[in-house]
């Protein structure tokens, strides 16, 4: 690694002690980076690296609201500003007790790399709460949102910052938070994406990040010749980005055998069909259940109960072709990886956000099959954000296939920039060097141009 790097990654990990969610995303971007500096010392004299690993600026606060006993609740609330070089800080809301703020600085971190690929004029943001949502009232969350954008508000705006969902944050709470945003602001603008399609939401942003990731997916088996006909998946988690990955599978004519949650995974070795599809979509969406009552409901499936005390999971033991992580941050293991590749799986594209550790993307990467990081194949979803940000400014909304058209020019475009950057800088066919880069190069341009600001 370039001697500066080594020393800025020190400097990253003693600054932001016990965030390895933050180390681990911040190394992996800077390991990809030594040979540009070397070609472009100006970044190094600028210190490009050094500011962009510091947040712009950092909200944390106090989230206190009512539960439905009447008694006080306390969650805090988060939003990461991390880099406006490129356009108003986007990034997604997360409602999950895992957040804290090493998780969310991963996030924002990612997130400007991906924002820069889109080709969209978007900085980076990350934000959301240690709330959980599961198994809480309509009411409860209504008024947990209140409260979040109450506080929330002061920060955001549709020229500085723009958040969306992502995990625990769907329709239901975008709908909340932008109820409240609107009463306070006293102004109906495009402050948050992923909103309801009768007051100011796109078309397809529901399904743009699980379509997108196929449709990266696609584009790194064109490279080959081949297409998902006839191919067996493996997807993970159950959540949006899970249910529309498989959707956009079934339409290619994969077979998908594997969906999951916290509680566990399913594997179904006769496929989950558009039918079965659809009653797993109201099961989670609409009855809010489990991932376990797929296999008390449909004959000839196992579930699998999550184990910590198993060192894999098995989800991603079964035979296939194709992977598509979907849950949540380093869900797939060393273990897992291997067991992957042993099991014939050779294209993965990453709906989640960083769900390989370190070491199994290494395993990917030598053993040469066709990994698609999550930055570059889960950036569908902020991609119909920037279009459903355009659409709100032009007060005018584009159909299913214009939207549909873009998104998939997007992917293509973001899988040809990969390919390019990772070819320039001595790494052909590294999707993760070449996300990287491609990300990086676009940012940085900016913030020289910028001055130090
Ligand atoms: P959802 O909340 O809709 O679904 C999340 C799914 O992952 C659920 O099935 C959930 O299970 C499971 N899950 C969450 N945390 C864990 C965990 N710790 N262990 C095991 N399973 C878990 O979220 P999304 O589908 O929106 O997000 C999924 C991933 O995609 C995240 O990494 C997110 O950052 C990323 N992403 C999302 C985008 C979007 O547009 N929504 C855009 C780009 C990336 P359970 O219900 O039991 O919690």
């Not at 991390?82 to 997360?94: E, F, Q, T, V, W």
């Not at 007790?97 to 943001?125: C, D, H, R, Y």
């Amino acid at each position: 690694m370039h001697q500066s790097i080594t020393a800025l990654m020190d400097d990253v990990v003693a600054k932001n002690p016990a965030e390895p969610e933050f180390h681990q995303a911040v190394l992996e971007v800077l390991d990809s980076l030594g040979v540009v500096l070397e070609r472009h010392p100006e970044y190094a004299s600028a210190r490009i690296l050094e500011r962009m690993v510091e947040p712009e600026r950092v909200l944390m606060f106090r989230v206190p609201w009512s539960d439905d006993d009447g008694r006080p609740q306390i969650n805090r609330g988060f939003r990461i500003e991390m880099n406006s070089a490129i356009g108003p800080y986007k990034g997604g809301l997360r409602f999950h007790p895992s957040v804290n703020l090493g998780i969310l600085k991963f996030l924002a971190f990612e997130q400007v790399f991906k924002n820069s690929l889109t080709t969209l004029p978007l900085g980076g943001g990350k934000g959301g709460s240690d709330f959980d949502p599961k198994g809480r009232s309509d009411n409860e969350v209504m008024r947990f949102c209140q409260s979040f954008m109450t506080e929330l508000q002061r920060h955001i705006g549709p020229n500085s910052d723009v958040p969306a969902g992502d995990i625990g944050v769907g329709g239901r709470e975008i709908g909340f938070l932008f109820g409240q945003y609107k009463r306070i602001a006293n102004e109906f603008t495009g402050v948050l994406t992923g909103k309801g399609l009768g007051w100011g939401g796109s078309l397809i942003r529901t399904e743009a990040t699980g379509y997108g990731a196929v449709y990266f997916g696609k584009e790194m088996l064109a490279t080959r010749g081949e297409t998902f006909e006839g191919k067996t998946c493996l997807v993970s988690g159950s959540g949006n980005v899970a249910q529309y990955a498989v959707e956009k599978l079934l339409e290619f004519g994969g077979k998908v055998v594997t969906m999951s949650d916290s509680g566990g995974s399913i594997h179904d070795p006769s496929g989950i069909d558009a039918e079965k599809l659809a009653w797993m979509m109201d099961l989670k969406n609409v009855r809010r259940g489990r991932i376990s009552e797929y296999a008390e409901h449909f004959p000839g499936v196992t579930y699998y109960p999550s184990d910590a005390a198993v060192d894999h999971n098995p989800l991603w033991a079964h035979e296939a072709q194709c992977a598509f992580p979907s849950a949540t941050q380093n869900e797939v293991n060393a273990k897992d990886a291997a067991n992957l590749v042993k099991n014939g799986v050779y294209v993965v594209s990453e709906g989640a956000n960083m769900p390989t550790v370190a070491a199994g993307v290494e395993l990917f990467n030598a053993a040469g099959i066709l990994y698609g990081p999550g930055k570059a194949a889960n950036a569908g979803g902020v991609a119909v954000s920037g279009l459903e940000m355009a659409q709100n400014s032009m007060r005018y909304s584009w159909s299913r296939e214009e939207v549909d058209e873009k998104l998939q020019r997007v992917m293509a475009d973001i899988h040809t920039s990969c390919l390019d950057a990772a070819e320039r800088f001595g790494a052909p066919g590294n999707y993760v060097t070449g996300a990287n880069i491609a990300g990086f190069l676009k940012v940085a341009d900016a913030m020289l141009d910028q001055g130090l600001v």
